[in-house]
């Protein structure tokens, strides 16, 4: 069965310093993987997606940034983050070129100070 | 730009079924209705999709009217696990061809004993 992690699962970094949030998937192959950000209260923003290695796009200009160095790991960036960056991070995968149900992972909630 | 229309929030007796209403008369004819649901943080779960008819799963049921404007997820007898956030979607065709889900702020249903 797949499994999708995310780690860490809460984090509270100070304004301008760096960011670096991951996500693994186990127990399939060539998957889609998307970021998305939920602010409180919120509904879920697509912050980017990627079909394959090294194959990333981002739905909303920002200063994050995604890198997918291996099949199933995908990492969410920032050089220095800020206020408004806080919020619910998640992770998930879809079966490339299949259905487009999404399976999302625990998620990460971020607090910047 | 979310392409659905829920109402904020609902109240359901255990036991009872609990039905949860949804507009998207914007759909077009070849997009498929999603729904979705978040347990307070954790990250959302896929509960049914469909297009024209109606789906039924081991979760719930999907009806989609005639004119596919509207739909309507059932919970047939809805246990307080139960209670969560359940968002109706539309997949958005993006200009790379991608499709995308855009999920609305949803309806925040309360499942009471």
Not at chain 1, 82 to 91: E, K
Not at chain 2, 74 to 85: G, N
Not at chain 2, 91 to 107: D, I, S, W
Request: overall charge neutral; some cysteine.
């Amino acid at each position: 069965s797949q499994t999708i992690h995310q780690w860490p699962a809460t984090l509270v970094q100070p304004v301008g310093s760096p960011l670096s949030l991951e996500c693994t998937v186990e127990g399939t192959s060539n998957p889609n993987l998307y970021w998305y950000r939920q602010a409180a209260g919120r509904g879920l923003q697509l912050l980017f997606y990627s079909i394959g290695i090294d194959q990333i796009s981002s739905e909303v200009p920002q200063n994050l940034s995604a890198s997918r160095p291996q099949d199933r790991q995908f990492i969410l960036s920032s050089k220095k983050l800020l206020l408004s960056d806080s919020g619910f991070y998640l992770c998930a995968w879809s079966v490339l070129g299949g259905g487009y149900e999404q399976y999302f992972g625990p998620g990460t909630r971020l607090t910047v100070t | 730009d979310a392409k659905t229309t829920q109402p904020p929030s609902m109240d359901c007796a255990e036991g009872r079924a609990a039905n949860l209403p949804c507009n998207h008369s914007t759909i077009s004819g070849n997009e498929y209705v999603y729904w979705y649901r978040q347990i307070h943080s954790q990250g959302p779960q896929y509960i049914i999709h469909g297009l024209k008819n109606n789906e039924t799963n081991e979760m719930a049921s999907l009806i989609i009217t005639e004119d596919r404007k509207s739909s309507t997820l059932i919970l047939p007898h809805a246990t307080l696990r139960d209670t969560a956030v359940y968002y109706c979607i539309v997949r958005v065709p993006m200009n790379t061809g991608f499709q995308k889900l855009v999920f609305g702020t949803g309806t925040r249903l309360l499942v009471s004993p």
